[in-house]
Nanobody, 120 residues
Framework: QVQLVESGGGLVQPGGSLRLSCAAS????????MGWHRQGPKNQRERVAS???????MYVDSMKGRFTISRDNAKNTVYLQMNSLKPEDTAVYYC??????????????WGQGTQVTVSS
């Protein structure tokens, strides 16, 4: 069974930084794109950034320059470095991955989410 597990969330002051991690584990045959979404207390889930197997990235405009997505293919892990955090970045952050489990079809998997709170 495949799982995505996020870590690294927490409480940080405005202007601070956090690094989120998301590790995929289980019977994985291959992983394609991985990414991060977030859902604030009053918002719908929105895309933050994504990264392909080859390292090419995509960011939502409002997060360009502050957030950096990266991945370690050997560890099946995706990271999100968040700098200059603002109160409006407060949300539950979810990772997702397009992957193929051993013996299964390609499909999208989601983690359980990690809370990020930006407050003084």
């Amino acid at each position: 069974q495949v799982q995505l597990v996020e870590s690294g969330g927490g409480l940080v002051q405005p202007g601070g930084s956090l690094r989120l991690s998301c590790a995929a584990s289980g019977s994985i045959f291959s992983i394609g794109a991985m990414g991060w979404h977030r859902q604030g207390p009053k918002n719908q889930r929105e895309r933050v950034a994504s990264i392909n197997w080859d390292g090419s990235t995509m960011y939502v405009d409002s997060m360009k320059g502050r957030f950096t997505i990266s991945r370690d293919n050997a560890k099946n892990t995706v990271y999100l470095q968040m700098n200059s955090l603002k109160p409006e970045d407060t949300a539950v952050y979810y990772c997702n991955a397009l992957l193929r489990a051993v013996g299964g079809p390609i499909r999208e998997y989601w983690g359980q989410g990690t809370q990020v709170t930006v407050s003084s």
